[in-house]
């Protein structure tokens, strides 16, 4: 069983800037690729990055392209989301997700139905 654990959420005002961690437990974390999503309040869950087992490929939805930045530390097992000059839109519940199929990161990265382990999320708000 895989656990995931994401932090660093929190308050921010519109353009500052937030770093979200995602820590997983598996051992073979090294193995997946992992994936960023939010969801935020009355809207459904939407695909915002996701990044190769090995951190080489990287792929990101239109709105957040520029600003945020998906990287990770197989050595701690750990996925990161930067997020820069940050939005009132991106106010959400981020959540990071793990995906055993070993595909390539593009477009099809952005479908939840690839990930089978989730985070609890974090909150993220951006005021005005």
């Known amino acids: 069983q895989v656990q995931l654990v994401e932090s660093g959420g929190g308050l921010v005002q519109a353009g500052g800037s937030l770093r979200l961690s995602c820590a997983a437990s598996?051992?073979?974390?090294?193995?997946?690729?992992m994936g960023w999503f939010r969801q935020a309040p009355g809207k459904e869950r939407e695909f915002v990055a996701a990044?190769?087992?090995?951190?080489?490929?990287?792929y990101y939805t239109d709105s957040v392209k520029g600003r945020f930045t998906i990287s990770r530390d197989n050595a701690k097992n750990t996925v990161y989301l930067q997020m820069n000059s940050l939005k009132p839109e991106d106010t959400a519940v981020y959540y990071c997700?793990?995906?055993?199929?070993?595909?390539?990161?593009?477009?099809?990265?952005?479908?939840?139905?690839?990930?089978?382990?989730w985070g609890q999320g974090t909150q993220v708000t951006v005021s005005s």
């Open positions: 997700a793990l995906d055993q199929s070993r595909t390539s990161v593009g477009p099809r990265s952005a479908a939840s139905e690839k990930y089978e382990y």
């Open positions: 598996a051992r073979t974390f090294s193995r997946y690729n």
């Open positions: 990044i190769s087992w090995s951190g080489e490929l990287t």
